[in-house]
């Protein structure tokens, strides 16, 4: 069993002594001290892993925007921004995150197929990098606002490809059945008219083929596509924004994506296309498996057909498995040496669908009153939970060797109407 865990968490999450840790502390003193259920992240795991993309894609010296959406923490932004990246931004409230944190607007990217005029405008006055742009009317509203500021705003078109990726359909992005991006055509009418502009200035493209991609062939795909039209509509970017996506594992046998790999061959297809500068924008790749759950086991129950651990997270905390049907391992706080058991572990919410993992196979039998670790839990985790059932959200601790900080408080009882009358 420790052989799969450091395989997939590297050396960041380990049992000793038959007791789970996160880093140099067990996870059953964190819950213990901070309560549950509550997210867990590992600063090292973090660290790690940006070396290896900033490694993995050192030929072409790109500009690493992180991708807010898939862990908002001010904290978790911090390091990022320590560490050298920028930001990938989908609405305002990630932008002013991204600014708080300490991000220079020169190194933040305001994507998103939605764009309030509000929004729009907040990244103008604020001076971000540049906008990847889904629409033309999005166009004529950024124009507007350089005028009204008198600056020149950066445009990428975000392209819609039309490149499929194998992962779940809901986050396929860059198929043109999909509601993301601009097809080539009405992107090839927009740069060929784009001169009518004064204040935004097209200077590149952006593409997005979707999340847990772990095949770099459909990126020289789109690569290629991007070249062709470069050729056929006489347009040089300066910059091209690839997307993220880069996939991770959740289970033992998943296939792992290479991102030495993926860096080497994206590096080679761009080295004749003259571009100034390369944006990557990962996110789960950074801290998906840098961050568990901890819940405590309330109740057990053992049937013949199915056995239930009950635990006091549910899919209000972490809904992926609900949602996606997604694969979280599951593995005991404590070790027991009572014998192994199969069992469900679902959460307190009044729906069939609240359960963290189906028939998951435990070394030994969780107790009432002990915890539970739920692995892979630091990317779109804590930014998909919701109050639902009244539930506060879970606090937020991270930990760094021997060190623990609390990053976020629980919300309290009285967070869940404030505001109301």
């Known amino acids: 069993m420790e052989e799969k865990i450091e395989k997939i968490f590297g050396k960041n999450f380990k049992y000793k002594k038959g007791k789970f840790y996160v880093e140099d502390i067990p996870a059953e003193k964190i819950a213990v001290k901070y309560g549950t259920p509550c997210y867990v992240y590992s600063y090292n795991f973090i660290v790690q892993q940006i070396e290896k993309i900033k490694k993995s894609f050192s030929p072409l010296s790109p500009l690493i925007c992180f991708s807010v959406k898939s862990n908002s923490n001010i904290s978790i932004l911090k390091i990022m921004k320590e560490n050298g990246l920028g930001a990938d931004v989908v609405s305002e409230g990630e932008l002013r995150r991204a600014l708080l944190a300490g991000f220079p607007p020169s190194s933040i990217v305001f994507a998103g197929v939605g764009k309030k005029e509000e929004e729009i405008e907040f990244g103008v006055k604020n001076g971000i990098l540049c906008f990847n742009v889904e629409n033309e009317e999005e166009l004529n509203i950024i124009e507007k606002f350089g005028r009204k500021y008198k600056k020149s705003i950066t445009c990428n078109l975000r392209l819609n490809p039309d490149v499929g990726v194998k992962t779940h359909s ?40 979707g999340s847990q991609i772990k095949d770099v062939s459909p990126f020289i795909e ?23 996506g880069f996939g991770i594992p959740y289970r033992p046998d998943d296939r792992v994506c290479d991102i030495s790999e993926f860096g080497k061959k994206i590096c080679d297809s761009l080295k004749d296309f003259g571009i100034k500068k390369l944006i990557i924008e990962p996110g789960r790749f950074i801290i998906g498996n840098g961050g568990v759950l901890i819940a405590k086991v309330l109740y057990v129950k053992r049937r013949k057909r199915k056995n239930f651990i009950i635990v006091d997270a549910g899919m209000n905390d972490l809904i992926r498995p609900s949602l996606y049907h997604a694969y979280h391992m599951i593995l005991p706080a404590k070790l027991r040496k ?22 998951i196979e435990f070394p030994s039998a969780p107790e009432i009153g002990d915890f539970i670790v739920v692995m892979g839990a630091g990317a779109y985790c804590f930014t998909l939970s919701s109050n639902y059932n009244s539930r506060p959200r879970p606090c937020e601790i991270l930990v760094n060797g021997k060190r623990e900080k609390i990053i976020r408080e629980r919300e309290k009882y009285e967070d869940l109407w404030r505001g109301e009358k």
């Open 170 to 209: 809901y986050i396929k992005t860059g198929k043109e059945e999909n509601k993301f991006g601009i097809d080539l055509a009405t992107a090839e009418k927009i740069i060929k008219s784009s001169k009518r502009y004064k204040w935004v200035k097209i200077k590149g493209l952006h593409f997005h083929l």
């Open 222 to 244: 789109a690569i290629g596509k991007v070249k062709k039209f470069c050729l056929k509509v006489n347009f040089k970017p300066e910059i091209l924004d690839i997307g993220g």
């Open 338 to 359: 009572n014998g192994k058991i199969k069992a469900d572990v679902v959460g307190p919410i009044c729906e069939t669908g609240d359960y963290l993992g189906k028939d």
